[in-house]
C-alpha cells in the first residue's frame, strides 16, 4: 500500500522557536494532503489542506501565519509551527488520500513539545 | 456542522466480541469509515461503508444504516494487540476530507 512518511517523528524547542515537520508521499504522487492535529485521548482535528502548488486552504480557527503550509512538489508538504508557545505542544499527523475516496493514508506523526 | 457519538471506552477480554457504536450528523453523506489508533501512533484504516449493510474483513466487520445515521465496528476474536483507540469517520458534503469522532478507547483484558 501507499506509504506516508513524516520527520521528525518527535521534536523538544524551546518557546519562541520554530519547527518544520516534513510529509512527505514515498511511492505516489499527493496533490492535497491534509495536516491534523491531535491533543491527548482526543480526536484527529483537521488543520489545513496542503495543495500542491497553490495556497493551503486553513480549517476556522487556525491561524495561518502561525501554521506555515508549503506544498512545493507532489510528493512533499512542509508545516512549519512559528514562534511556537507551550499550547502548541501537540501530535501533528499527515495524511494524503488514496485514489478511492474512502482511504487517507496518514504518516506516523510528529510529536510536538514546546518548553 | 458535523457531529459524531461514539462511546469514549470499551473493555472486553480476549477472544470476546466488541461492537463500537457509531451515530452521525451530517449533510450530504457519503459514508463512514473506521480507523485503528495505538498510543503514540498514525491511524490505519480499517473499513469503509458507504451502502446499508455489513462489510467483513476477517476479525473485523463494520456496518451502516443510513436511515438511522448509525454504524458500527465489530471486532471477534479480541487478541490483545486489538487494545487501541477506534475512531470512526464520516465523508460528506462534497469533501472527501473525514472529519473524525472522538475516538473509542478499547481495552482488551486477558
Known amino acids: 500500500g501507499a506509504v506516508v512518511s513524516q520527520h521528525p517523528s518527535w521534536v523538544i524547542c524551546k518557546s519562541g522557536t520554530s519547527v518544520k515537520i516534513e510529509c512527505r508521499s514515498l511511492?505516489?504522487?499527493?496533490?492535497?494532503m491534509f495536516w491534523y492535529r491531535q491533543f491527548p485521548k482526543q480526536s484527529l482535528m483537521l488543520m489545513a489542506t496542503?495543495?500542491?502548488?497553490?495556497?493551503?486552504?486553513?480549517e476556522q480557527g487556525v491561524e495561518k501565519d502561525k501554521f506555515l503550509i508549503n506544498h512545493a512538489s507532489l510528493t512533499l508538504s512542509t508545516l512549519t509551527v512559528t514562534s511556537a508557545h507551550p499550547e502548541d505542544s501537540s501530535f501533528y499527523i499527515c495524511?494524503?488520500?488514496?485514489?478511492?475516496?474512502?482511504?487517507?493514508?496518514f504518516g506516523p506523526g510528529t510529536r510536538l513539545t514546546v518548553l | 456542522g458535523q457531529s459524531l457519538e461514539q462511546p469514549s471506552e470499551v473493555t472486553a477480554v480476549e477472544g470476546a466480541i466488541v461492537q463500537i457504536n457509531c451515530t452521525y450528523q451530517?449533510?450530504?453523506?457519503?459514508?463512514l469509515s473506521w480507523y485503528q489508533q495505538h498510543d503514540g501512533g498514525a491511524p490505519t484504516f480499517l473499513s469503509y461503508?458507504?451502502?446499508?449493510g455489513l462489510e467483513e474483513t476477517g476479525r473485523f466487520s463494520s456496518f451502516l444504516s443510513r436511515s438511522d445515521s448509525y454504524g458500527y465496528l465489530l471486532l471477534q476474536e479480541l487478541q490483545m494487540k486489538d487494545s487501541a483507540s477506534y475512531f470512526c469517520?464520516?465523508?460528506?458534503?462534497?469533501?472527501?476530507?473525514?472529519?473524525f469522532g472522538r475516538g473509542t478507547s478499547l481495552i482488551v483484558h486477558p
Open positions: 495524511s494524503a488520500p488514496g485514489t478511492g475516496a474512502d482511504t487517507q493514508y
Open positions: 511511492d505516489f504522487q499527493a496533490t492535497t
Open positions: 496542503s495543495n500542491e502548488g497553490s495556497k493551503a486552504t486553513y
Open positions: 451530517t449533510s450530504g453523506f457519503y459514508g
Open positions: 461503508n458507504a451502502l446499508d
Open positions: 469517520a464520516v465523508l460528506s458534503g462534497g469533501s472527501y476530507i473525514p472529519t
